[in-house]
């Protein structure tokens, strides 16, 4: 796979697109070209007899605007590669560039600031902080950013108010179901308009209408803005929001499984 072989709606042979892909028309920080490209990215857990191989030579670009969905049986490297794109994960080989960045040899002390200014993040585990309220959890990376507390709790009950929570603003995660914890997850990591968002299972904890209504949000928000987000998911009710679809199988990414239920072309939603 090459970087220039995989524009949105432009189909590598283990991969579905989308007639639905956005136009790109934003300019981003590192100028033109991938927002992620990951050329033999590998990643080794421990040492000796007790290594794992989590990652075995992953090739792998996203371009600007492009909704991405990440599918593969349970254990086979999904968040393992998504955790490393996102720069809170070290990899051990190969490369990784994230708007241009170098990911394995971007210095400990850069990260931060990285990850703040360009990256959002939904992980499986949702992550709110228990002694801040919905829409106080949805402003901690706004308020980091430098925001005013008023102007970031504004932005952040608009944003509650997009993924149906608009009624559950001031309650405490403790009050909330795992639903709508995992929309403000998704609430927060689309809070200040960051360049990649990668979530992890963003309708795990999701009846079918509102994973439906909240992954339609993110396909908007992606194509709108023309930010790149990666899904990763098992959830077949949601495959057709992607622009393209890349299946992982043992540490690496293979053509789609004949018998996954992804469908062969994903038609306009
Ligand atoms: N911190 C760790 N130490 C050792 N092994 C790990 C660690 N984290 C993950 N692994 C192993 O690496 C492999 C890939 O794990 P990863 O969590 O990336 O899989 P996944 O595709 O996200 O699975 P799932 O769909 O169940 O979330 C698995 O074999 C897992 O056991
Ligand atoms: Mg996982």
């Not at 090459?2 to 524009?7: E, G, I, K, P």
């Not at 801040?132 to 980091?144: F, Y």
């Not at 507390?149 to 009950?157: E, H, N, Q």
Request: hydrophobic letters at 40%.
């Amino acid at each position: 796979m090459t970087a220039d072989t995989l524009t949105p709606n432009k189909a590598a042979s283990s991969e579905v697109a989308s007639p639905a892909a956005a136009p790109r028309t934003a300019a981003l920080p590192h100028g033109p070209g991938p927002v992620v490209e990951c050329r033999g990215l590998t990643k080794v857990y421990g040492e000796g007899d007790t290594a794992v191989h989590a990652l075995r030579g992953v090739d792998l670009v996203v371009q600007p605007g492009e909704l991405l969905m990440l599918v593969g049986p349970s254990g086979c490297g999904k968040t393992t590669l998504i955790s490393i794109i996102a720069s809170v994960l070290d990899g051990s080989g190969g490369t990784c560039r994230v708007l241009g960045q170098d990911m394995l040899r971007m210095p400990e002390r850069d990260k931060p600031g990285f990850r703040l200014r360009h990256l959002g993040f939904c992980f499986q585990a949702f992550n709110l902080n228990p002694c801040l309220s919905a829409a106080e959890n949805v402003a901690v990376p706004l308020l980091i950013g430098g925001w005013r507390y008023g102007k970031a709790l504004d932005r952040s009950r608009e944003l509650l108010q997009q993924v149906g929570l608009a009624d559950k603003a001031d309650a405490m995660p403790d009050q909330l179901s795992g639903g709508q914890q995992q929309r403000v997850a998704i609430a927060r990591a689309f809070a200040q308009e960051p360049d990649l968002i990668v979530c992890d299972e963003p309708t795990s904890a999701l009846d079918s209408a509102t994973g439906e209504k909240v992954l339609g949000l993110i396909r908007d928000m992606t194509h709108s803005s023309h930010r790149s987000v990666i899904v990763v998911t098992h959830d077949a009710r949601i495959f057709r929001f992607a622009d393209r679809i890349v299946a992982m199988e043992d540490g690496r990414i293979v053509p789609l499984p004949a018998a996954s239920g992804i469908p062969l072309s994903i038609p306009p939603v």
